[in-house]
């Protein structure tokens, strides 16, 4: 640690964060927090309007800004150049293959120097563009912005757009005429994001966010009407529950989702009577979940109901959908994992996981024949698109793995042909021959085999002398794909060894893998990473002192925890609006989150035992005197996933518990949320301010 540490000298002092000691007790058991001043008391009026926050509070994050600056001033022309690499990768003038619906192909296209998409429409057999909506119109003058799209009415006259101009994620909504390109007077605030239309096009329905950042009801919105007289269609009174809306291919239907992490329930709105009541299709029932595609006369239901763990495919009455008519069309198979599901007029199409890969399988709904789509190489991504329409034989797809840019493949489910549609473009040029990409074993504390996906050249050394960024996150079930990204190209150009860790929590080996990552089971995640990282150093891909680890959000926690419990194993830690103070979140019922994350971490408001889990790993309680290696935490003011009093907590224990290790650098922006900037060049920004982070501690500058 020696090394890496020598590479930050004669740093100024850093901020002394004042101690102002705050206690709690549960289940008999008394904590102390130094630092819960930093927790703003207004923070739901705060997300909305950022300049509400405690000057002191404003005070400290800006002096942890100059710090950080001051720390990695010598790195501003290596994130130029790094930049202008990434930036030399991306088509400025980009445009997808628009996707036919009815008279039209809808598609979203970027402009050289553009920050933010650009909707447009074409006739459906070609010809030119109508511009729908400018994105970069719309940011101007704006620190923030970001769109949560588009979406046409059925009869393509409005469309629905909506914006997020804080980072906080409170969507506002404009209703388009899409032949004008005026917005008409309707405005809804505090959305989700996005609305599903009536098929008439004369109204639409949305989720309203509630003061606590939750999505609790279901609105309908008729055009010209103020938000006030919009009708209530159902609300989730559970604040453990998320809950969306969405629409079906047939317009038959309007679905409401209600699920937390393990648990969903279902209700239907038929579009023939708006003002009817939702329709409950099954009861929810902890631990089961399922979700819906329409089929004409039937639905299909994917579901882990009876037992099956990795999912099955059941099929119900279009007019009595209910559990007691499921009838299994698509039996459960251990260790065949099915992510998702769409039905067409003659086809039923799913994507599933086997021994790690993704592959698409497709059955003709009249005879049952099955057969998939798949590929060869030892690790990729394959996205099912599917399509606008329900009367087709055509669906999409995308492929990619960690050498091949990415790929567009319209496919037809009669004739089995593929066509190649587009293939990402590097204008800077790529030849996919001079990278290496594989997938390892890593056996873990119990025996469990880790999968690591891995990118280098060809011509890097394999001697232990190579640096290497190890990813991982290993949460929700969330399973991070070996796919193409063009950034990841100037890491493994300077003699890095680029790694994905596949730990429990995620559903990279079925859902088993997942539930063995999670609750009681969690520290496995963390020790699964650990062990990657032993394996790349006994297999002399790398070595512990050139390990940089990197996570975001929940893998922010999996970086707090193997900071605490291997910090000389890593030569730096990069951690993202890292979930690291989780006892206190957890403990915390008014959070936007909390509730619904109880089923994933534990309830230490109610269980004495779940507490003393989240404790045995939660990082901010488990600093430490140790050797941590340097550590960057990144966060947003506005974030309403992981607050950014989370890392600003940490790096003051951090500094308190450590001040010889470290240093502890913290960078907050002061304009953006979870997701950090919303602008596509300005993402790669905070992407090349990582990679010169992790470039400096390895040596590489």
Not at 344 to 363: N, Q, T
Request: some cysteine; proline content about 6%.
């Amino acid at each position: 640690m020696a090394r890496s540490k020598a590479v930050f000298q004669n740093l100024p002092t850093p901020p002394n964060a004042p101690k102002k000691p705050v206690s709690d007790t549960h289940h008999g058991i008394t904590r102390t927090d130094d630092y819960a001043w930093m927790r703003a008391d207004n923070w739901q009026a705060m997300f909305k309007d950022p300049s509400l926050l405690d000057p002191a509070i404003r005070a400290h994050l800006e002096a942890e800004n100059a710090h950080m600056e001051a720390a990695l001033g010598d790195t501003q022309d290596l994130q130029k150049t790094l930049f202008a690499e990434m930036k030399g990768r991306i088509k400025e003038d980009d445009s997808s293959v628009p996707m036919k619906d009815g008279p039209y192909a809808y598609g979203t296209l970027f402009v050289t120097g553009g920050e933010q998409a650009h909707y447009f429409r074409t006739p459906r057999d070609g010809g030119d563009r109508e511009l729908l909506l400018d994105g970069d119109r719309e940011a101007a003058g704006k620190d923030y912005f970001r769109l949560s799209g588009i979406d046409h009415s059925s009869n393509h006259a409005l469309g629905i757009w909506g914006y997020d101009d804080k980072g906080s994620e409170y969507f506002t909504l404009r209703v388009r005429d899409l032949s004008t390109g005026e917005d008409l007077p309707d405005v809804i605030e505090n959305t989700a994001g996005g609305g599903v239309w009536a098929p008439d096009g004369k109204s639409f329905f949305y989720t309203l966010q509630d003061e606590n950042h939750r999505p609790s009801k279901v609105f309908h919105h008729i055009i010209g009407e103020p938000q006030s007289a919009d009708r209530l269609v159902f609300e989730e009174t559970d604040p453990g529950f998320f809950m969306g809306v969405g629409g079906s291919l047939l317009d038959d239907v309007i679905y409401i989702d209600i699920h937390d992490h393990e648990t969903s329930e279902y209700r239907i709105l038929s579009t023939k009577d708006l003002t009817a009541e939702p329709l409950l299709v099954a009861e929810r029932e902890e631990g089961i979940e399922y979700s819906l595609t329409e089929g004409g006369d039937v639905f299909y239901i994917l579901t882990n109901a009876d037992g099956a763990k990795d999912f099955k495919i059941v099929e119900a009455p279009f007019e009595a959908p209910g559990k007691e008519n499921w009838t299994d069309l698509v039996a459960h198979e251990p260790g065949r994992l099915i992510l998702s599901h769409m039905a067409f007029a003659r086809h039923l199409v799913w994507l599933e996981r086997r021994d790690g890969l993704p592959r698409i399988v497709v059955r003709d709904r009249r005879s049952g024949e099955e057969h998939s789509i798949a590929f060869a190489e030892e690790a990729y991504s394959l996205g099912l698109s599917g399509a606008a329409e329900y009367d087709t034989d055509v669906i999409r797809f995308s492929y990619s793995s960690m050498t091949t840019p990415s790929q567009l493949f319209d496919y037809d489910m009669a004739t089995r042909q593929r066509t190649l549609l587009k293939t990402q473009e590097v204008p800077s040029g790529h030849n996919p021959d001079d990278y290496v990409t594989r997938r390892v074993m890593a056996t873990s504390h119990d025996g469990a085999l880790v999968p690591v996906s891995l990118l280098y050249r060809k011509d890097t050394p394999l001697d232990g002398s190579a640096p290497c960024l190890l990813y991982g996150y290993g949460a929700y079930g969330i399973s991070i794909p070996a796919s193409f990204s063009t950034n990841n190209l100037s890491l493994a150009d300077r003699g890095f060894v680029y790694a994905i860790a596949h730990v429990r929590g995620g559903k990279d080996k079925g859902f088993s893998w997942y539930e063995d990552g999670k609750m009681a089971l969690k520290e496995n995640t963390f020790k699964d990473f650990i062990a990657a990282a032993d394996h790349l150093v006994a297999q002399r891909f790398t070595a512990y002192d050139q390990i940089i680890a990197e996570g975001g959000s929940a893998g922010g926690m999996l970086m707090g925890a193997i900071a605490n419990m291997a910090p000389e194993k890593f030569a730096g830690i990069i951690a993202a609006v890292p979930f690291v103070d989780v006892l206190t979140t957890m403990l915390d019922d008014t959070l936007p989150l909390t509730p619904p994350e109880w089923p994933e971490w534990g309830n230490p408001l109610e269980s004495e035992e779940e507490y003393r889990w989240i404790a045995a790993y939660s990082p901010y309680d488990n600093v430490g005197t140790k050797s941590y290696p340097p550590i960057l935490a990144i966060s947003g003011l506005t974030d309403p996933r992981v607050t950014y009093w989370e890392p600003t907590k940490w790096v003051a224990k951090l500094r308190e518990k450590a001040p010889e290790a470290g240093p502890y650098l913290l960078k907050t922006n002061m304009a953006a949320g979870h997701g950090g900037k919303s602008g596509r060049f300005q993402r790669l920004e905070e992407i090349a301010f990582e990679y010169a982070f992790a470039l400096k501690v390895a040596g590489r500058m």
